[in-house]
């Protein structure tokens, strides 16, 4: 069964420093990665998604890199804006499409 | 990009009834629709996965005759609670794919049992 772990559980940083958000799985046969955010009481929004096949994505201020063999990925916000506070899942899928997520790291961006 | 609608939102309502949320995609035909939940701090757990015109999957822990699910088109899905509890309090959360693409999310349902 798929693991998924995300370090820290939680982040406070100053606005305009860079934030890096870790994820963790324990199966390295994965179909993709993706990262979503969720605002309080909200669904998801998909933010980033990377194929097994590749090491990275980027869209704006936000990069994730995938290293499957070790079972890691990281998710990297530049100069962080309190609009950035959410909370940030990472979701595996498996090659039988579930998803697997892990707990979340919320963060906070003051102003 | 594609949009999926959740409804309701919140809902409130007393011990022992029954409540059904729907799952709508709005602007692609979901050949598959899966069903999440979410306590407060936790990640979200897949409840089960239902395709179109087929009985949903249910995952492991997960009583199919308490959480009735219906797909009975591309583009409608229902989970019913039956004899809610309070335990059965959470956050809810659908999402539709179209063939092996990617889940899109709705914006989930809070439901409060008293």
């Known amino acids: 069964k798929q693991e998924v772990t995300q370090i820290p559980a939680a982040l406070s940083v100053p606005e305009g420093e860079n934030l890096v958000l870790n994820c963790s799985f324990t199966?390295?046969?994965?179909?993709?990665l993706q990262w979503f955010r969720q605002d309080p009481g909200k669904g998801l929004t998909s933010l980033l998604l990377?194929?097994?096949?590749?090491r990275e994505q980027t869209s704006g201020r936000l990069n994730a890199s995938l290293d499957k063999s070790s079972g890691r990925s990281t998710l990297y916000i530049a100069a962080s804006q309190p609009g950035d506070s959410a909370t940030y899942l990472c979701a595996v899928r498996s090659n039988d499409y579930k998803l697997s997520f892990g707990a979340g790291t919320t963060v906070t961006v003051r102003a | 990009g594609a949009v999926v609608s959740q409804h309701p939102s919140w809902v409130i309502c007393k011990s022992g009834t029954s409540v059904k949320i729907e799952c709508r995609s709005l602007d692609f035909q979901a050949t598959t629709m899966f069903w999440y939940r979410q306590f407060p701090k936790q990640s979200l757990m897949l409840m089960a996965t239902s395709n179109e015109g087929s009985k949903a999957t249910y995952e492991q822990g997960v009583e199919k005759d308490k959480f009735l699910i219906n797909h009975a088109s591309l583009t409608l899905s229902t989970l019913t609670v039956t004899s809610a509890h309070p335990e059965d309090s959470s956050f809810y959360i659908c999402?539709?794919?179209?063939?092996?693409?990617?889940?899109?999310f709705g914006d989930g349902t809070r439901l409060s049992i008293l």
């Open positions: 199966d390295s046969a994965i179909y993709n």
């Open positions: 990377i194929q097994s096949s590749q």
């Open positions: 999402s539709a794919a179209q063939s092996n693409q990617p889940q899109h």
